[in-house]
């Protein structure tokens, strides 16, 4: 069972704290509106909203097997996930001759072992299975495929930077997003 929480009226003095929270415009009911995994959450969000001619309401969601709303990623995107799985080796060659330390962070993740290596190169090699089919990924996988292609991106600014390429052609790396 999902909760969409949605809210009208007066919004427009406050759309920046919305769109911090993770809300997203509806143009259609002329309305901000965010999907939640519980009601109390919801309710929660809601209250904190809900002052100054701004009205919420909540309504209950099922989300059956593969009525999930599905996203298409961009083949930039793609190319990222793909590009993850040489980075990942860089990674554990830099590990194994002693030039990289546990623990670390790799695209918002905690590295503390071979382990966490191995999981998070299994995550992205899935995602990027997923961001290949016809069927499209689900938000949440989304979300994370937009993490790591982030991290990918300021990766290679950082490094063209460090090889003294000048700032405008480094930030290039930037159109992939």
Not at 37 to 51: L, R
Not at 111 to 118: A, F, K, P, S
Request: net charge neutral.
């Amino acid at each position: 069972m999902a909760y969409t929480l949605t809210l009208s009226g007066n919004t427009f003095s406050i759309k920046d704290e919305l769109k911090a929270a993770g809300f997203r415009w509806n143009a259609m009911v002329k309305a901000w509106a965010k999907s939640f995994d519980n009601k109390q959450d919801a309710v929660v969000t809601g209250g904190k909203f809900s002052k100054n001619g701004v009205n919420g309401t909540i309504k209950e969601t099922k989300t059956e097997a593969g009525k999930e709303k599905r996203y298409m990623v961009k083949e930039d995107w793609i190319f990222n996930l793909e590009s993850m799985h040489d980075k990942l080796f860089c990674i554990e060659l830099d590990l194994r001759e002693g030039r990289l330390q546990f623990p670390f962070e790799v695209a918002g993740k905690t590295i503390n072992d071979y382990d966490d290596l191995d999981e998070l190169a299994n995550e992205a090699a899935e995602l990027e299975y997923k961001a290949k089919s016809n069927r499209g990924v689900t938000g949440k996988e989304y979300g994370r495929i937009k993490a790591i292609v982030s991290w990918r991106v300021m990766q290679r600014y950082a490094r063209c930077m460090a090889s003294g390429m000048d700032e405008k052609d480094a930030a290039r790396c930037f159109e992939d997003m």
